[in-house]
């Protein structure tokens, strides 16, 4: 008995040994975490003071670029902000700069104009070659941010609406010669809050954060009709340490798509995005609740997903992908998920298509491994799992863990080129992911047995240990 005791204590002492320390435990309280001394502004400025008129008629375009223009000699005194009163604020295109606060308040509507030469014409993303749904350049977002280090837009749950009906429009109906504008693009900044503000409407993806670092979203809320085209809630593109918690989102395309680039620009920009930790969402779209991909050619790595609701969905979480991306996605791991009314709860798909032209390489095959779902449950499931790899290029590493779906379909999961481990997976998943992940496989899912030792410390470390050695 007594040795048998011993014997336990060491492979514990082992098992932290080759832990480490919690790793997400430690992210998920430095970069969802702002810096509140950079939000004392010490100099203020209201939009009126630079003759903006709030009647929802008068475009202010000008008062706002004047307004910021003035408050960049304030940029290396501690920075400023921008205050915008209730009223309803016609604008066309501008730009951001550091150290600044764009402040709505309570009652507060920056509309965007529509009239499309408000949004200039800008250069393509060097990641995408082009636009993403026309050749050559594109139309620059409404609230637009390059270079910047320490912005924040934020306020008392003012209002940024894109007016984007007649975008949507003209986009079905092949009117329009560049690609549609984002409702707010940060782009190559750091330091970047977006926290306490609704946004409607966009034109295209709502908040499109690409080559950032350090970003929050926090406590937003993002609606678009469910039938919008395109109008994704938040797009983490090329960017790393970000952080989405305590959002509402309800759009016509992906609540939350992680990207990193496409096909051959893609992979010579070689930019990923990587540690995105996503908390406490509540979304319903009729796309996908969390997306990766398409566009993933840079490499996505180390999500972190977990108390996340969707309802009245197509599709729950989603990987999409396609030979001629390249790229990579590792390291995602997806907890505490519940779903209602959603077609299908989890989908991978190998072959999506769309390339940007001609010259992609057929032969660059993502790599997709390590991903790890736990804790999921879902009631009115048409599909539990629709999970399609790559001939010759098979997803690996799929761990399911501890999901309860209660599905309509008499085939509820359907695979091919997927390679994983399941446990606790009702209805009973597919043969290729069939194979238990306790005791042999809990090395190869991601996460899972740091989870357990964060959640079960103690004794039920113990009795586990105890469980994986009989
Ligand atoms: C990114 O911004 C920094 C300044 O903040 C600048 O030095 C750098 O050249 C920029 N890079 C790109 C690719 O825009
Ligand atoms: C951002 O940095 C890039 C690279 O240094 C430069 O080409 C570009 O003009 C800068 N843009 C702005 C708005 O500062
Ligand atoms: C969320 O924002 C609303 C106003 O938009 C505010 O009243 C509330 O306190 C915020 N909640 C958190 C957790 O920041
Ligand atoms: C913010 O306002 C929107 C409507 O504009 C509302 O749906 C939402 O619940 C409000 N959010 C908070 C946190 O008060
Ligand atoms: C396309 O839609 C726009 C916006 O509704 C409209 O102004 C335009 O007349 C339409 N054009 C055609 C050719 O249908
Ligand atoms: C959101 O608003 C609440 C209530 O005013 C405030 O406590 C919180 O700091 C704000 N959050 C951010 C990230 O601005
Ligand atoms: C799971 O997420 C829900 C919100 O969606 C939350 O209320 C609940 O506390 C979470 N459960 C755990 C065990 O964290
Ligand atoms: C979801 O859809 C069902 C069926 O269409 C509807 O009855 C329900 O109100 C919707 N739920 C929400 C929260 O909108
Ligand atoms: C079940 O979900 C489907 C959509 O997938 C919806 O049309 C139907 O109304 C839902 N049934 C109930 C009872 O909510
Ligand atoms: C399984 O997940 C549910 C939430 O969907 C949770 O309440 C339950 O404790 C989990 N069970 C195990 C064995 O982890
Ligand atoms: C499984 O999915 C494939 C597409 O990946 C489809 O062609 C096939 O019909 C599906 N099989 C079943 C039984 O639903």
């Known amino acids: 008995m007594s040795e048998t005791r011993s014997v336990l204590l060491v492979d514990v002492l082992v098992l932290l040994a080759l832990l480490g320390p919690t790793q997400w435990g430690a992210m998920g309280s430095s970069h969802c975490k702002r810096h509140n001394d950079e939000m004392i502004r010490p100099h203020s400025v209201t939009i009126t003071e630079f003759g903006a008129v709030g009647d929802g008629v008068t475009l202010n375009t000008k008062a706002f670029q004047n307004a910021i223009f003035y408050l960049n000699s ?59 749904e026309l050749p050559g350049r594109r139309h620059r977002s409404l609230i637009f941010g390059r270079n910047l ?62 080559y950032c670092s350090h970003v929050i979203v926090q406590n937003v809320t993002i609606r678009a009709p469910l039938d919008s085209p395109n109008t994704d809630g938040i797009d983490p593109d090329s960017s790393d340490d970000v952080c989405i918690e305590d959002c509402y989102i309800s759009t016509g395309d992906d609540v939350i798509a992680i990207k990193s680039g496409w096909d051959e620009y893609g992979i010579s920009y070689g930019r990923p995005s990587k540690n995105i930790i996503i908390r406490r969402l509540i979304g319903e779209t009729h796309s996908s609740g969390i997306a990766i991909g398409s566009e993933m050619s840079g490499g996505v790595s180390d999500v972190h997903a977990e108390d996340i609701v969707f309802f009245n969905s197509t599709t729950g979480i989603r990987i999409k992908t396609s030979p001629g991306r390249g ?31 001609e010259s992609y390489d057929p032969k660059a095959m993502p790599k997709i491994e390590r991903i ?45 080129n997927v390679q994983g481990f399941s446990s606790l997976v009702f209805p009973q998943t597919c043969e290729l992911l069939e194979e238990s992940i306790f005791p042999d496989h809990c090395t190869e899912c991601y996460h899972l047995l740091q989870e357990h030792r964060i959640r079960n410390k103690g004794a039920r470390l113990l009795s586990w240990w105890t469980y994986l050695g009989t």
């Open 74 to 132: 304030f940029a290396d005194k501690g920075g400023a902000k921008l205050f915008v009163p209730a009223g309803r604020w016609l604008t066309g295109s501008f730009d951001l700069i550091s150290h600044l606060t764009l402040w709505l308040d309570k009652g507060a509507v920056i509309l965007g104009s529509t009239n499309t030469e408000d949004w200039p014409i800008v250069d393509p993303l060097p990641s995408y070659g082009r636009g993403r």
């Open 372 to 416: 790890t779902f736990k804790d999921i449950h879902g009631e009115n499931i048409t599909v539990a799992g629709l999970m399609e790899g790559i001939e010759g290029d098979n997803f690996i590493n799929i761990c399911l863990y501890n999901i309860t779906l209660s599905v309509n379909s008499i085939s509820p999961w359907n695979c091919s």
């Open 149 to 210: 280090t320490d912005v924040v837009i934020t306020g008392e749950n003012g209002t940024i609406d894109g007016q984007g009906s007649m975008w949507w429009e003209r986009f079905r109906n092949k009117t329009l010669d560049y690609t549609r504008p984002h409702l707010v693009e940060l782009m190559n900044s750091t330091g970047v809050v977006i926290s306490n503000l609704t946004f409607l409407n966009s034109p295209f993806w709502t908040i499109h954060p690409i």
């Open 327 to 357: 790229g990579y996605v590792r390291n995602i791991f997806i907890s505490n998920v519940s779903l209602a009314n959603v077609k299908v709860a989890i989908r991978f798909t190998g072959r999506y298509g769309e390339h940007p032209d």
